[in-house]
């Protein structure tokens, strides 16, 4: 999804989609990503995670490269959990050094 649902009066709290609305964004997502072919794809949190790689766990995929045909999926933690863990930074910081090596590999 391109955006984050709320539920609440506004300015609302941020919400995990539901099953119809990430299918309601999944052909938009899918006709990018053919008309882009990446190369890579890095998925940013939980919801994107499952939903290039379903039934995976990000803990247990974290940082690692994961070949998915002429794809490779990167799942990494979103970057507003340090919102949350203020001492998760560090990992974060090292998620995106690791990035930019993988990258210009």
């Not at 039934?55 to 045909?69: E, F, Y």
């Not at 340090?82 to 590999?105: G, Q, S």
Request: positive net charge; hydrophobic residues 40%.
């Amino acid at each position: 999804m391109k955006s984050r649902p709320v539920s609440g009066l506004p300015p609302g709290r941020n919400r995990a989609p539901t099953p119809a609305e990430i299918a309601a964004c999944a052909p938009w997502l899918q006709e990018q990503l053919r008309i882009l072919r990446p190369k890579v794809i890095v998925t940013l949190g939980r919801i994107a995670l499952d939903y290039f790689l379903p039934g995976r766990r990000i803990a247990d995929v974290h940082g690692r490269s994961i070949p998915q045909g002429p794809v490779t999926i990167l799942p990494l933690y979103h970057p507003a959990m340090v919102l949350y863990r203020r001492d998760w930074m560090r990992m974060l910081r090292k998620d995106f050094r690791n990035l930019r090596r993988f990258l210009d590999e």
